[in-house]
């Protein structure tokens, strides 16, 4: 169920309806992403089934032995591709490392791109064949989902439908599978020690698929944490601080959290799988002049996507 603060829209009224139909999507998303900077998403056109499917390899990676899934651990791609285990990520500004680990699948480029060199193949799980067909069908269609969105929040902004197509052809998007782990003794951690700590998302939106748990919560302009209560089959959709950059917070990134559960959940996991959605890394991220004026002066300093993100990943810890 959504929350009177986060809308839930119907895509398919978006992909698959009038020009009136697609104008309304695009001022309700506007809407929401000026306002709370969450929404969450039906009729996306992701299965139960591949959801379900998806979860259950997520769920097969983790349960693998540590010596497996660290073969698979390269700190030299910061984060980025194949698994990074338990106490390397840290909320900007925290100083306790998230309770969780986590395997990211990268951009395939298949079309003789230049930007191919930019990007590291992706780690092919040996052990478990199934995962990297499922996480690759669950990346295309997200992505797919993604680039719609994104023509909808152009149409709000009043820029071309197919401004952003040209930045996020074979971006930098990551598909990451979280595990957030049991707790055998939560009496021991540390007083700050959370699933995942207060902090916004790098990239322009993020499209969240079937989380298996409660546990997130959003800021809201009165400063109150609000649970995001989602359907499984649902997606919830953010914005990331690249979005809100290019708009001089227009947009809202806005900040967002994984909270513990009650004690006696604690020894339980909760996994889940949020794509997001980058750019390519010669995006320019300069503020748009129609998101200029004296009530709105400009907030950021002019930076491409790539130096964007170099910065954030050391900020959290992920890259040195």
């Not at 990331?240 to 917070?249: K, S």
């Amino acid at each position: 169920m959504s929350t009177p603060y986060i809308p839930c829209l119907d895509l398919g009224t978006y992909i698959n309806g009038n020009e009136e139909q697609r104008k309304k999507f695009s001022d309700e998303l506007g809407r929401a992403f000026n306002d709370s900077g969450f929404v969450t998403i039906t009729n996306h056109g992701v299965s139960q089934e591949l959801i379900d499917q998806l979860y259950a390899n997520i769920k097969g990676v983790f349960a693998l032995p540590v010596a497996t899934k660290r073969k698979y651990e390269k700190p030299e791609l910061a984060g980025q591709r194949g698994y990074t285990s338990a106490g390397k990520e840290t909320a900007k500004g925290a100083k306790t490392a998230d309770l969780k680990e986590f395997w990211q699948i990268g951009n395939e480029v298949s079309d003789g791109d230049p930007i191919k060199s930019e990007y590291p193949d992706n780690e092919v799980l040996e052990e478990i064949p199934a995962f990297n067909l499922v996480t690759r069908e669950i990346y295309q269609k997200l992505e797919e989902n993604g680039k719609h969105l994104l023509r909808a929040i152009a149409t709000y902004l009043e820029l071309p439908i197919d401004y952003f197509d040209k930045h996020v052809h074979n971006g930098n998007s990551i598909l990451r599978g979280i595990h957030y782990f049991p707790i055998e003794s939560p009496e021991e951690l540390p007083d700050d020690a959370v699933r995942a700590g207060a902090h916004e998302d790098i990239n322009l939106i993020t499209l969240l698929i079937g989380a298996s748990a409660d546990g997130l919560e959003v800021l809201t302009r009165s400063n109150e944490w609000l649970p995001i209560k989602a359907h499984h089959t649902d997606i919830v959709v953010n914005v990331g601080d690249m979005l809100q950059r290019l708009t001089n917070n227009k947009l809202k990134s806005t900040t967002h959290r994984v909270v513990n559960p009650p004690v006696e959940l604690m020894k339980t996991s909760r996994f889940s799988v949020p794509f997001f959605l980058h750019p390519r890394s010669d995006m320019d991220l300069t503020s748009l002049p129609s998101t200029i004026d004296d009530e709105h002066p400009k907030a950021y300093t002019d930076m491409t996507a790539g130096e964007y993100l170099d910065e954030r990943l050391r900020e959290i810890g992920l890259k040195k």
